[in-house]
C-alpha cells in the first residue's frame, strides 16, 4: 500500500476506519483521520472514552479489530521507528535503578550505539528538556516535573519524527504543569516533530494543539476535527484570555457534552 | 563519635546484661547441663581455637557457601524462567506449591538413598531447602514488573535479552533478596541438620556427640559457634543487599520522609 502515496503522506500518521472492540464490548467506531508532519494536534475526550486504546493502537503497542494505522506510509504493527512514546506516569515508566543518564540511554544502548555517540545524543536530549547537569542524579531525587522531563528526554534521545504522549501531565501539579506544557511547545518549535498529545483536559488540549481532534459517545467516534486558529507563540496567559480561546474550549465541551458523557474530572 | 558509643549502648545493653546474668549465675553451677559460662568459654577457646574449626566449621560453612550458591543460581534462573514463561508457570505452580510444602529434612531419606550419607547429600539436601523461598520470590518479583515498563521495552525497541538483565532482573531483585534472605537462614539450619545424620564430621555432627558424650560444654561451645555462624552470615547477607539494592533502599527511605 506504500506504492502511490504522496510524500506528504509518506511522512505522516494516516488512520484508516480504525476501531476497537474488547469483546463484545466496541470502544472506538470507525476513526480516520491524518496528522502531517511537525503537526501538534489533541485528541481530547472524556475518561473511558478509549482514548488510552487510540493511543496503544496508534503507536502498535495495541492491534485495533478494525481498520488500519499508517506511519510514514508503512503499516503499524509494533511501535514504528521514528515514533516515541511518553506515558503517563513517570513513577511506572522510568527504571529507579539507573541513573538518569541510563534512562534516556538504555533504548539507544539496545540499537546498539557506541559510548560515545550514545552519551552525545544523551547529553543532547537532557539539555533539550532543561536537564543538563542532572546525569548523575536517579528518578527517584527529582521532583515530579523533573522526571517526566526525563521521560520526555527518553523520547527524543530517540531522535523520533513523532512523539506520542498519553496524559504526560496528569500526575503533577498545576504550576508544573503549565512549565511542562510550554517546555513540550518549545521542543516541537524547535525540533519540529510531530506531536500528538491525548489528554482530558479541554484547555490543555486547545493550548498546546494545532488541531483538535474530539472523540465522543460509546463508541467512541471522531466528534470534530477542529483547527485551533490561535496565534503563536502561545502564552499561558495571554492565549487563554483570547475570545477565540474561550470559543474553542466552549465548543469541544459541548461536543463532550452533547454526546451525553460527562467530562471527565481531572483525575 | 560519642554518638556512636551511644548507639551500641542504647543496642547493647540488654545483651551485655543477660551474658553478665549468664556468667555469674552460672558461676558456681555443679549442673551437668547448665556449666558454668567461664568452663564454656575455656572449651570455646580450647576447641574452636582452632583445631575443630578447621576440623569441623570450615567444611560445614563450604557446603554451606556451595549449596546456597546452587540454590540461588537455580532459584534465581528457574524462577526467571517461570515468570516470564506464564501458561507453564501456572501449570507448574500447584506443583511446586505441594513440593515445596513438604518439610525438606524430611527428604533426608531419599537424598541418601541416591547421593549416599556424604557431602554430596549434604551440599544437595542445603542447596535443595535454600532454593524454595529464593525459586518462589524470583517467579513472583518477575512476574510484578511494572506492565508500564514492558509497554516501555516494546516502545523503545528494546532487545529481550537487555530487557531482561536492565529490566526485568533490577526490577524482581528486592523480592529476589527477600527470598535469599529467608533462603539463607533455612540453609544454615539444613546445614546443621544433615550433620546430624550419616557419617562424622561438620559443626552439626560435633554438637550431637558432644551431647551424646555428656560433654555438655563442648556442646554449648558449639551453639556459641553456631550463633557467631548465623549473625555473621546474616551481617555478610545485609552487605551485599545493601550494595546491590541501594537504589531500593534509598528509594524507599525518600518515600518514607515524603
Known amino acids: 500500500m506504500t506504492t502511490n502515496n504522496s510524500t506528504s503522506a509518506n511522512r505522516s500518521l494516516l488512520v484508516e476506519g480504525l476501531g476497537h472492540s474488547y469483546g463484545d464490548h466496541q470502544v472506538l467506531r470507525d476513526l480516520s483521520f491524518e496528522v502531517e508532519a511537525g503537526q501538534f494536534v489533541s485528541v481530547v475526550g472524556p475518561s473511558g472514552a478509549g482514548k488510552s486504546t487510540l493511543l496503544q493502537c496508534l503507536t502498535g503497542l495495541r492491534k485495533p479489530t478494525a481498520g488500519q494505522v499508517s506511519f510514514h506510509g508503512e503499516r503499524v504493527s509494533g511501535t514504528p521507528q521514528g515514533m516515541s512514546i511518553v506515558f503517563q506516569d513517570y513513577s511506572r515508566s522510568l527504571m529507579p535503578w539507573m541513573s538518569v543518564a541510563d534512562n534516556v540511554g538504555l533504548p539507544l544502548k539496545s540499537a546498539g550505539l557506541n559510548k560515545t555517540d550514545r552519551s552525545a545524543r544523551v547529553q543532547r536530549a537532557l539539555a533539550e528538556v532543561g536537564l543538563a547537569g542532572n546525569e548523575a542524579k536517579y528518578p527517584w531525587q527529582l521532583s515530579g516535573g523533573m522526571q517526566q522531563r526525563v521521560a520526555i528526554a527518553r523520547a527524543l534521545a530517540f531522535d523520533p519524527a513523532a512523539i506520542v504522549m498519553d496524559e504526560p501531565f496528569a500526575s503533577v501539579d498545576a504550576q508544573t504543569r503549565a512549565e511542562l506544557e510550554d517546555l513540550v511547545l518549545g521542543v516541537r518549535d524547535h525540533l519540529g516533530i510531530m506531536v500528538l498529545l491525548v489528554t482530558h483536559d479541554i484547555d490543555e488540549a486547545v493550548y498546546l494543539a494545532d488541531r483538535v481532534l474530539v472523540l465522543a459517545g460509546r463508541p467512541a467516534t471522531l466528534a470534530a476535527d477542529l483547527p485551533v486558529g490561535l496565534p503563536v507563540p502561545r502564552d499561558q496567559v495571554r492565549t487563554k484570555a483570547l475570545p477565540l480561546f474561550g470559543e474553542l474550549r466552549g465548543e469541544v465541551l459541548s461536543l463532550i457534552q452533547g454526546s451525553g458523557v460527562t467530562a471527565g474530572a481531572p483525575r | ?258
Open chain 2, 1 to 258: 563519635m560519642i554518638n556512636a558509643v551511644k548507639d551500641v549502648a542504647s543496642r547493647g545493653w540488654l545483651l551485655v546484661a543477660l551474658v553478665l546474668l549468664w556468667w555469674f549465675g552460672t558461676a558456681s553451677s555443679e549442673s551437668l547441663f547448665f556449666p558454668p559460662l567461664a568452663r564454656i568459654m575455656a572449651d570455646f577457646r580450647d576447641l574452636w581455637l582452632f583445631e575443630h574449626t578447621l576440623t569441623d566449621l570450615l567444611p560445614s560453612l563450604g557446603r554451606l557457601l556451595l549449596g546456597y550458591t546452587l540454590a540461588v543460581a537455580g532459584g534465581v534462573g528457574v524462577g526467571l524462567l517461570l515468570g516470564l514463561w506464564r501458561p507453564f508457570e501456572e501449570s507448574v505452580r500447584p506443583i511446586l506449591e505441594f513440593v515445596r510444602a513438604i518439610p525438606g529434612t524430611a527428604m533426608v531419606p531419599i537424598f541418601m538413598i541416591f547421593l549416599g550419607n556424604g557431602t554430596e547429600m549434604r551440599v544437595a539436601m542445603i542447596g535443595m531447602v535454600a532454593a524454595w523461598p529464593i525459586l518462589l520470590n524470583t517467579i513472583d518479583g518477575v512476574r510484578a514488573v511494572e506492565p508500564t515498563l514492558n509497554q516501555v521495552a516494546g516502545a523503545f525497541h528494546i532487545k529481550r535479552r537487555m530487557a531482561i538483565t536492565h529490566i526485568v532482573l533490577p526490577s524482581a531483585a528486592p523480592q529476589i533478596f527477600a527470598g535469599a534472605r529467608v533462603g539463607l537462614s533455612i540453609g544454615i539450619i539444613a546445614m546443621v541438620v544433615v550433620e546430624m545424620v550419616g557419617r562424622p564430621g561438620g559443626i552439626g555432627h560435633f554438637v550431637l556427640s558432644s551431647q551424646r558424650q555428656f560433654d555438655l560444654t563442648a556442646m554449648w561451645s558449639g551453639l556459641i559457634v553456631l550463633g557467631v555462624v548465623g549473625y555473621v552470615a546474616n551481617l555478610l547477607f545485609k552487605l551485599v543487599e545493601k550494595k546491590v539494592l541501594w537504589w531500593h533502599i534509598n528509594m524507599q527511605s525518600r518515600h518514607k520522609e515524603a
